[in-house]
């Protein structure tokens, strides 16, 4: 792989990358500051899209037409869906799909696409099992797994909603900006992965534990990026 996007919604999901690349260049779009540089020896381009759906497509779509890059690895944090996964650990995308997509009234399933091929993106399982493997190596003291990415543009905060997602989609955790990513990627070819550590249990402590575990679970991630660079 030549070139690899690195996207994080938030300041905080992207900072201590961005401390750790060599920058040759900054270019701003749509609001949006790529740092262009290498990161672990790799040509790479660190972005924070800012929260949400719209923003992480848009990200994608000039990543892909103005750094040409051919992967793509969003990084940050998420509420967990899965009893299992505790505040700390981290999930890899199988694959991610967008909850908040309803066009049911119509007689179409929750979160399918009308006249889209697929509306549960696949990650490329290259990306996915090289991840997971350095995962294990550099973050031992965290439990690392794969699932499904739900995102939509909601903090998911009640049980009631957790459990919606959970019997619906079978989703291992919620955010809002992964399945958006793996959109913008299908629809232009390009491999990616979702990669996510867990700040909450998308629950009815989520608004108290999220600002608590945030800070520690982004790093988390980042440790895995800078690493997983190295091996690409
Ligand atoms: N990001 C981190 N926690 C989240 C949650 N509970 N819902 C949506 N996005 C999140």
């Given at each position: 792989?030549?070139?690899?996007?690195?996207?994080?919604?938030?300041?905080?999901?992207?900072?201590?990358?961005?401390?750790?690349?060599?920058?040759?260049?900054?270019?701003?779009?749509?609001?949006?500051?790529?740092?262009?540089?290498?990161?672990?020896?790799?040509?790479?381009?660190?972005?924070?899209?800012?929260?949400?759906?719209?923003?992480?497509?848009?990200?994608?779509?000039?990543?892909?037409?103005?750094?040409?890059?051919?992967?793509?690895?969003?990084?940050?944090?998420?509420?967990s869906?899965?009893?299992?996964?505790n505040i700390g650990d981290?999930?890899?995308?199988?694959?991610?799909?967008?909850?908040?997509?309803?066009?049911?009234?119509?007689?179409?399933?929750?979160?399918?696409?009308?006249?889209?091929?697929?509306?549960?993106?696949?990650?490329?399982?290259?990306?996915?099992?090289?991840?997971?493997?350095?995962?294990?190596?550099?973050?031992?003291?965290?439990?690392?797994?794969?699932?499904?990415?739900?995102?939509?543009?909601?903090?998911?905060?009640?049980?009631?909603?957790?459990?919606?997602?959970?019997?619906?989609?079978?989703?291992?955790?919620?955010?809002?900006?992964?399945?958006?990513?793996?959109?913008?990627?299908?629809?232009?070819?390009?491999?990616?992965?979702?990669?996510?550590?867990i700040s909450d249990k998308?629950?009815?402590?989520?608004?108290?534990d999220?600002?608590?575990f945030?800070?520690a679970a982004?790093?988390?991630?980042?440790?895995?990026?800078?690493?997983?660079?190295?091996?690409?």
């Open positions: 792989m030549n070139k690899i996007g690195i996207i994080g919604a938030m300041e905080l999901e992207v900072s201590e990358l961005k401390s750790k690349m060599e920058v040759k260049n900054v270019v701003e779009r749509a609001g949006m500051k790529f740092f262009d540089g290498t990161l672990s020896g790799k040509d790479a381009v660190i972005v924070q899209c800012g929260i949400g759906k719209v923003n992480a497509g848009m990200c994608v779509q000039i990543l892909a037409d103005l750094f040409n890059v051919d992967a793509v690895i969003n990084t940050g944090v998420a509420g869906l899965r009893a299992e996964v981290i999930i890899i995308s199988t694959d991610a799909c967008e909850h908040d997509m309803d066009v049911s009234a119509l007689g179409y399933e929750p979160g399918i696409i009308p006249q889209m091929e697929t509306s549960f993106f696949k990650a490329d399982s290259t990306l996915a099992s090289k991840a997971k493997a350095v995962c294990e190596r550099v973050n031992p003291e965290i439990s690392v797994y794969d699932g499904r990415i739900v995102s939509g543009d909601q903090f998911i905060s009640d049980g009631a909603t957790k459990d919606r997602l959970i019997k619906l989609f079978d989703g291992s955790c919620a955010e809002m900006e992964g399945a958006a990513i793996a959109h913008a990627a299908f629809l232009n070819k390009l491999p990616y992965v979702v990669l996510r550590a998308a629950d009815d402590s989520a608004h108290m999220y600002p608590e945030e800070r982004a790093a988390h991630c980042a440790r895995l990026v800078d690493n997983l660079l190295a091996e690409l």
